[in-house]
């Protein structure tokens, strides 16, 4: 790993000494040097890969995939209850396992969970139709199983992320007898009447925002479109600062990767099916469904009371994404008696990925599991 | 820092100008995207966008269809159609999967079951001598039924 110093702040030498004409020399080779090194270390960056924990395909269904990440730690010192992780149908997965060293996989992993990923995959044309509910309620479970045959474990702990943590809410209110052991979500949005700092309430208002004139002309939310909609949350901060971070964090090869996972990561998005997107919007922006107890599959409603397993719900801080009081109130909705409210600092995606986590979120997370996980 | 010099403290000050700039800038955008007036206007933009561009896209499309049909090639609609199929065929493959891990699972507990009421009265009888092979004459055609 290479370090150097800014240019700025070591100036020599001063005018005193030796002149403007030196101190200008001595500024510009310094400041050639820093963004001829921090160069190498941005396009050395490239070649980051992300999500290279080891792991192995247990099982697929259409796109989606389940994966078992292979143990550090032999079976005798692993928890019994393994984990799954469900991210969002926005974005890769990847986020869990950004790369060595900054891999809330891997810190699982080493902290003896046996962790399995749900990734629901690159959705096609063919797969517009396919509803919010459908994925919930017809694949989910389905994974569920999968992870109970492949552990021989009676029941699992199970981890949502944002949309991600939606489902896992909605599956667990769907199923009062799914063998859930914890459920852990992270930033996520649950009582949408709460729109207070809500910017997509204010952009998705049903008085202006047509969704299905949209998405019968489009047939899916396409993932620029996405891109540049989160990126328009905070304009100036994601398409101005990001980069003022990065020149400042140039000096080092290990900062300037660990950025460069986070901004891959950011931009590996993928098309939104058509129906998840109109039943983001109608079911839940609008009509709040999943909190009234109003989401119904097969005949069967999916009301949160059912949820009396033992449930952390982590907030960001500066969460744009999701607001605050929508997802803080969860714990007035559920039927358990264990629900613990944890707020980290930083953003949305920063509590997750960014260089913090390892300090933050991710030990959080495992101690609540760990005094339950046994 | 006590070795500060004018310079250092002027690329500070420049730095903190910086900061400053983009925090105004951030914070006249980010309240500027979250006024009702901009919802209305983005609405407002895709409306015209959809009726203009979009409905471009619409007939396209389907004179798209109509060629294809005409060359006897299948369209992306139907090859979306039998993509479907082959996901339900699989969710049939799936539930067949944990029909059949029941039933693995009940002909194991039940084949359990029945070790131990078979293994039960080889226990309550005096146990045989290795020598004794009068007992095992006796118990051999029983177990060949």
Known sequence: ?374 | MSDATPETEAAESLKKMQGIWLDGWSKMLGEGVQTPEYGKMMGQWMETWMSTGGSVRQQLEQTTEQYLEQMSLPSRKELSSVAKRITNLEMKLDDLDAKMDQVVAYIGAMSQAMQASLSTPANTSAPAAPSDRSAEKKRKPRAKK
């Not at chain 1, 963004?35 to 269904?61: C, M, N, Y």
């Not at chain 1, 702990?157 to 052991?181: I, K, T, W």
């Open chain 1, 1 to 374: 790993m290479t370090a150097f110093a800014q240019p700025t702040p070591t100036l020599n030498p001063s005018p005193k000494d030796g002149g403007m004409a030196e101190l200008a020399q001595a500024f510009w080779e310094q400041a050639l040097r820093w963004q001829t090194e921090g160069a190498k270390h941005v396009s050395e960056s490239f070649e980051i890969e992300l999500g290279q924990t080891p792991r192995d395909l247990i099982w697929t269904l259409n796109k989606a995939a389940l994966y078992r990440y292979r143990p550090s730690r032999p079976a005798s010192a692993r928890h019994a209850t393994p984990i799954l992780l469900v991210y969002a149908l926005i974005n890769r997965p990847t986020i869990f396992d950004l790369r060595p060293g900054q891999s809330f996989v891997e810190f699982l992993r080493d902290a003896g969970f046996d962790v399995y990923l749900l990734d629901w995959g690159i959705p096609g044309p063919e797969d517009n139709d396919i509803s919010l509910w459908e994925y919930t309620f017809e694949y989910l479970p389905r994974a569920v199983r999968k992870v109970l045959g492949a552990s021989g474990a009676g029941k699992i702990n199970m981890l949502g992320y944002c949309q991600g943590g939606l489902m896992a809410l909605a599956y667990a209110a769907m199923f009062s007898e799914a063998p859930l052991r914890n459920l852990v979500v992270l930033t996520t949005p649950v009582d949408f009447s709460k729109t207070e700092n809500d910017i997509f309430a204010v952009w998705l208002d049903k008085r202006y925002f047509d969704v299905d004139k949209l998405m019968d002309t489009l047939k899916c939310m396409p993932e620029g479109l996405i891109l540049h909609g989160s990126k328009m949350l905070k304009p100036v901060e994601n398409y101005l600062t990001t980069y003022k971070v990065l020149n400042d964090k140039m000096g080092s090869a290990d900062a300037v990767q660990a950025w460069q996972a986070l901004n891959r990561w950011t931009h590996e998005g993928q098309d939104l099916p058509g129906q998840v997107f109109r039943d983001w919007v109608k079911d839940l922006i609008w009509d709040n469904k999943l909190a009234r107890g109003e989401v119904t599959w097969k005949g069967r409603a999916a009301s949160l009371k059912n949820i009396t397993v033992p449930v952390l719900n982590v907030l960001a801080e500066k969460d744009h994404i999701v607001p605050f009081a929508n997802a803080a109130s969860l714990k007035d909705l559920v039927g358990s008696a264990d629900v613990r409210t944890e707020v980290i600092a930083g953003g949305h995606v920063g509590i997750m990925g960014g260089r913090a986590a390892k300090t933050r979120l991710w030990p959080a997370i495992v101690k609540w599991l760990e005094e339950r996980s046994l």
